[in-house]
């Protein structure tokens, strides 16, 4: 597998949290090696944190709803 192919097959395992801490040390030395593509893992990784972030709050809202509208059903 070519560098850059293993740095975003490592990049996609560490956003997805299923990298180990072997694969971590592996993804830190081609980084090392290869500076070029450390900007593009930044704002994929900077990205990627907004959407999961989205995504909670968007959870924790239709939660938030639906316990709202079972307290709403107990008062009546």
Known sequence: ???KDRIWALVAKRLAK???ITE???LNK????SASIDWQIKIIADWW???IQEEIAEKETRLFQKIKGKIKVNED
Do not use: F, G, N, S
């Open 30 to 33: 081609l980084l090392k090696k």
């Open 24 to 26: 971590l040390q592996e």
């Open 49 to 51: 944190k907004e959407d």
């Open 1 to 3: 597998m070519r560098t």
């Open 18 to 20: 299923e990298a180990t």
